[in-house]
C-alpha cells in the first residue's frame, strides 16, 4: 500500500450519510429542515434567557449554555454536509478536518461535563432549597460553565495534534459525517492499536463520571420528590427532571456508541446513522424538551414575542 504523509495541502473526502442513502434529496431536505428547527430554537431559548430578567436563574444559565453548545454543535457539521451535497464535492481540507474534528470533540466534551452540573443544579435546587442562592451563587455557576469549556478544549485539543500526526493513505475516503477519532484511524498508514486503547480509556474516564455525578444526583432526588407532601411540587419536580434526563440519555447513549464501545463493534452505516443523532437530531430537540414541558420559558417566551410585536411597526 503506497503511503503518504498528511500536510496541510492534503486533504480527504467526507463520505457521509447522505452519499450511502437510498433517497438522498429526501434525506437532505429532512436535514436541511432540522437545521434550521435547531438555529431557531436554540436561538429563541438563547434570545429568552438572555432579555428576559426572571430566567436570570442558575438553572436557565446552565440551560442557556446548553443550547448555545447544541447551536454551534450543530453548524460545525450541518451546512457543510447540505453544501457539499448540493455542490457534489466531498472534499475538506487536512486544516478544516482537524478544526472540526477539534471543534466537535470541545463541544462533545463540554456538553457532557455541563450535563452533570445541570444535574448537581437540579439535585441543589430540590433537596437543599433553604441553600440552593448559596451553593448556586453566579461566581459557581460561571465557574462551572468556565470548567466545562477549558476542560473539554484541553481535550479536544491533545486528541485532534495526536489523532491528526498520523500518516494518512492515499485513499482518504472518511466514510463519516464528520472528521472524528474512530473513522480517522481507520485510514491511518501506522499501527494505531495503542492510541485507540487510550480513546477507549480516555473516553469511559471522561464520559463515566459525570454520568455517575448525574445518576447519583437523581437517585436522590427521587428519593426527596417521592417524600414531598405536596403534589403540585412533586409534580413540577417531575417534569423538570424528566426534561433533563431525556437529554442525557439521547447524549450519553451516543457518545458511549462512538468512544465506548470497541472499533469491532462499529460499521460505518451505523456510525454515520449514529452521528446524525448527536449533530443534528438531538441539538433540534433538546430546547423543545426543555420549553414545552416548562411553564417560566413559555411565558418568557410569550412576553419576549409579545413585546417585539408590540414594538413592530404596522
Known amino acids: 500500500m503506497e503511503h503518504r504523509n498528511s500536510t496541510l495541502g492534503s486533504g480527504f473526502t467526507l463520505m457521509g450519510i447522505l452519499n450511502d442513502s437510498g433517497y438522498p434529496e429526501l434525506l437532505c431536505a429532512m ?73 466537535a470533540l470541545t463541544l462533545g466534551g463540554a456538553e457532557d461535563l455541563l450535563l452533570a452540573f445541570m444535574a448537581y443544579d437540579r439535585y441543589v435546587a430540590i433537596c437543599h432549597p433553604l441553600n440552593y442562592m448559596v451553593l448556586m451563587r453566579p461566581r459557581v455557576c460561571w465557574l462551572m460553565v468556565a470548567i466545562s469549556w477549558v476542560l473539554a478544549s484541553l481535550s479536544a ?43 477507549y480509556v480516555m473516553g469511559v474516564t471522561f464520559l463515566m463520571p459525570p454520568l455517575s455525578a448525574i445518576l447519583a444526583s437523581y437517585t436522590l432526588i427521587l428519593y426527596t420528590v417521592l417524600r414531598m407532601p405536596s403534589n403540585e411540587g412533586r409534580q413540577k419536580a417531575l417534569v423538570t427532571c424528566s426534561s433533563h434526563l431525556t437529554v442525557v440519555g439521547m447524549f450519553y447513549g451516543a457518545a458511549t456508541f462512538m468512544y465506548v464501545l470497541p472499533s469491532s463493534l462499529h460499521s460505518p452505516k451505523q456510525d454515520n446513522i449514529i452521528s446524525v443523532f448527536y449533530t443534528i437530531v438531538t441539538p433540534a430537540l433538546n430546547p423543545l424538551i426543555y420549553s414545552l414541558r416548562n411553564k417560566e420559558v413559555m411565558g418568557a417566551l410569550r412576553r419576549v414575542l409579545g413585546e417585539y410585536l408590540l414594538w413592530t411597526p404596522s
Do not use: W
Open 31 to 103: 436535514i436541511s429542515v432540522l437545521y434550521v428547527l435547531a438555529m431557531t430554537s436554540n436561538g429563541l431559548l438563547l434570545l429568552v434567557i438572555t432579555v428576559d430578567a426572571r430566567l436570570h436563574v442558575p438553572m436557565y444559565l446552565l440551560l442557556g449554555q446548553l443550547s448555545l453548545m447544541d447551536l454551534l454543535f450543530t453548524s460545525v457539521v450541518t451546512p457543510k454536509a447540505i453544501v457539499d451535497f448540493m455542490l457534489s464535492d466531498n472534499t475538506i481540507s487536512f486544516g478544516g478536518c482537524a478544526l472540526q474534528m477539534f471543534l
Open 157 to 199: 485539543l491533545v486528541y485532534t495534534v495526536y489523532t491528526m500526526h498520523y500518516p494518512f493513505c492515499k485513499a482518504r475516503e472518511i466514510r463519516h459525517l464528520l472528521c472524528e477519532i474512530p473513522p480517522l484511524l481507520k485510514l491511518a498508514c501506522a499501527e494505531t492499536t495503542s492510541y485507540e486503547l487510550m480513546v
